[in-house]
């Protein structure tokens, strides 16, 4: 499995971004999917999640409300919306796909991630 993580940029306090990722070599819509980001200096945190069938969503307290998870499994994709952003979400994300099940707030639980895509967001 290979997955590509983008859209990731500079934006002001307030802004949004919409970052995308893009699945190849596995029947896509078998895995639950997830957000991670990682800020320097910091461990990897769990972000937001989606089910198979993008009928369950799960987010971190901090951004519900703010980010948006869904996917496309046609296209193999799944995007992160991200509105009013803060400076603290300033972090390299990830996305990670998850074989077998488990905890999806835990990084361990996934088993391929994307090469990461940098969100910087300035005050």
């Known amino acids: 499995v290979q997955l590509q993580a983008s859209g990731g940029g500079l934006v002001q306090a307030g802004g949004s971004l919409r970052l995308s990722c893009a699945a190849s070599?596995?029947?896509?819509?078998?895995?639950?999917m997830g957000w991670f980001r990682q800020a320097p200096g910091k461990e990897r945190e769990f972000v937001a999640a989606i089910s198979r069938s993008d009928d369950s969503k799960y987010y971190a307290d901090f951004v519900k409300g703010r980010f948006t998870i869904s996917r496309d499994n046609a296209k193999k994709t799944v995007d992160l919306q991200m509105n009013s952003l803060k400076p603290e979400d300033t972090a390299v994300y990830y996305c990670?796909?998850?074989?077998?099940?488990?905890?999806?707030?835990?990084?361990?639980?996934?088993?391929?991630w994307g090469q990461g895509t940098e969100v910087t967001v300035s005050s």
């Open positions: 070599g596995r029947t896509f819509s078998n895995y639950v």
């Open positions: 990670a796909l998850d074989l077998y099940g488990g905890s999806i707030q835990n990084p361990d639980t996934y088993n391929y």
